[in-house]
């Protein structure tokens, strides 16, 4: 079997090589690609292979991008670590699907799933998953309930300047410079937040537009940013998220 993996994270991509050896040891890895443009570029210009495990979110965008530019007749695992949307449409639709962190035993079954079906049966469901991801959402958060103090406080989402993760705990800052704390992880609230408003800085960092207050070329391909209304000064855009930061603001 020959296979294509689409991850943009290396340690996440080589644990996936040494998953797929220890249940597929004849399994050929083609190619490990990280980016939405390398992964049209290869399929463009190689054969179909016997499967494409892939990641949703690649370092230059979604990798659903990719059936709009190439013809993908392979069929598709999904890994992802979304734990909402990206199932929920997985299911509906009838496509594998991995969560992160990748168990053994989970990919095993969806390879041998993939074995069983017949091929003509895939670029439909793939249509389908497609269709589902490139819809109009519309179900967006448009405000929290949030404690302050002894009483709870409405704030709405578009008063929002950024959100920080510390020390576990996130915290939510208003364009008062009130900070509220969250009951959710920064992971939740990025699949909550419209991502045309909100872009996900780094692991730290979920910050609005309005928050963007200056933006300076950095070392190896990143990006220093300062947020209004705060003094940290090490807040990075890391290379591989550089260009969709870029087109995030630009469009």
């Known amino acids: 079997m020959k296979i294509l993996i689409l991850e943009d994270e290396p340690l996440a991509a080589k644990r996936l090589e040494s998953l797929v050896k220890s249940v597929e040891p004849s399994g050929e890895i083609l190619a490990k690609i990280e980016s939405v443009r390398g992964a049209v570029k290869w399929l463009s210009e190689n054969p179909q292979p016997d499967l494409i495990l892939m990641d949703i979110q690649l370092a230059d965008g979604l990798s659903f991008e990719i059936f709009t530019q190439v013809n993908v007749k392979a069929p598709i695992i999904f890994t992802t670590a979304y734990d909402e949307y990206a199932i929920r449409a997985f299911k509906v639709n009838s496509v594998d699907y991995l969560l992160k962190p990748i168990d053994v035993d989970e990919l095993e079954t969806a390879i041998v799933k993939l ?3 017949q091929s003509t049966d895939l670029p439909a469901n793939i249509e389908k998953a497609l269709e589902a991801f490139i819809s109009p959402r519309t179900d967006w958060k448009t405000r ?3 404690k302050s103090g002894t009483r709870f406080e409405v704030v709405e ?3 929002i300047v950024y959100l920080f993760a510390e020390d576990k705990i996130v915290f939510l800052v208003n364009s008062e410079q009130k ?6 992880t920064l992971d939740d609230l990025e699949e909550k937040l419209n991502p045309k408003d909100f872009f996900r800085i780094n692991r730290k960092y979920l910050a609005s537009i309005k928050a963007i207050e200056r933006i300076e070329p950095h070392f190896n391909g990143r990006l220093k940013i ?4 705060r003094d940290d000064d090490e807040i990075y855009v890391s290379r591989e998220k550089a260009e969709s930061f870029k087109k995030w603001l630009d469009t």
């Open 115 to 117: 074995k069983s079906q």
């Open 144 to 146: 929290f309930l949030l």
């Open 157 to 159: 989402v578009a008063d």
């Open 179 to 184: 900070k509220y704390f969250v009951d959710e």
């Open 226 to 229: 300062k947020l209004r209304q």
